[in-house]
């Protein structure tokens, strides 16, 4: 479904990812590891069009989606939940659940029996403000909110940070349940290198803005000299 083929991004003269490449296949996980500074967070921004490639090939489903304006990927079926959990802290669950199905008609409400069923605590709180929900609440939000677009990828960057090791599990068995049951195909960057190998069917490992490791996460885990260099177990 997704293929990054010498991909070259920078912030200024500063080089974020040199020539990387990689694919996800269709009804996949693929995790994405390695230390802060490696370049994970600019590889989701550089395929969401966030900020510009400089050279090489994205491609979504054979289509090369480079430079492509946000609202046209979406539409083609890309959703991107960004570090940070951002959703809008004024307006009530609902209020945030229906902005991201709002592209779709009408008024932004199909999906949100879905988006329901898969986290119950936001429907328990639909009429509070984003603003007075906990961290992992918030994280249940914000990916509810890319769901409401009913995405055919999804693009997350590190929904575990800053919860609570019951919650964090939560989030990893959610999402592995999502490509189970309904196909979803989801790049998944993470700092829990081990959380994200238990649920991914692939993982690549960048090391300052290039590809080091390509493999199934059952080698990765096994490779010692790997892990301690740059996944932290």
């Known amino acids: 479904m997704l293929r990054v083929d010498g991909l070259q991004a920078s912030y200024g003269p500063v080089r974020a990812l040199d020539d990387v490449s990689f694919e996800v296949v269709a009804g996949s996980l693929t995790a994405v590891l390695g230390a802060n500074g490696a370049g ?48 809008i802290g004024e307006l009530g669950v609902e209020e945030n659940l229906r902005l991201g199905g709002l592209w779709r008609g009408s008024g932004g409400r199909d999906g949100l ?16 403000p984003a603003s007075t929900l906990s961290g992992g609440e918030r994280q249940m939000l914000a990916i509810g909110r890319a769901l409401m677009a009913r995405p055919r990828l999804l693009l997350l960057d590190e929904p575990s940070l800053g919860l609570a090791p019951r919650l964090a599990a939560q989030i990893m068995r959610t999402l592995r349940d999502l490509r189970d049951r309904t196909g979803l195909t989801v790049l998944l960057v993470e700092q829990n290198a081990k959380a994200a190998l238990s649920v991914a069917n692939r993982a690549i490992v960048l090391s300052l803005g290039r590809v080091v490791a390509d493999d199934e996460p059952e080698a990765l885990a096994g490779d010692e000299t790997l892990r301690h260099a740059y996944l932290g177990f």
């Open 40 to 87: 994970k967070t600019s590889l989701l921004r550089a395929i969401s069009g966030l900020i510009p490639a400089r050279a090489g090939r994205i491609e979504f489903d054979g289509a090369d989606i480079a430079g492509m304006p946000v609202e046209r990927l979406v539409r083609l079926g890309v959703a991107h939940v960004p570090e940070g959990r951002g959703v």
């Open 113 to 128: 029996g879905d988006v329901y069923d898969l986290f119950p605590r936001l429907e328990e709180r639909r009429a509070q």
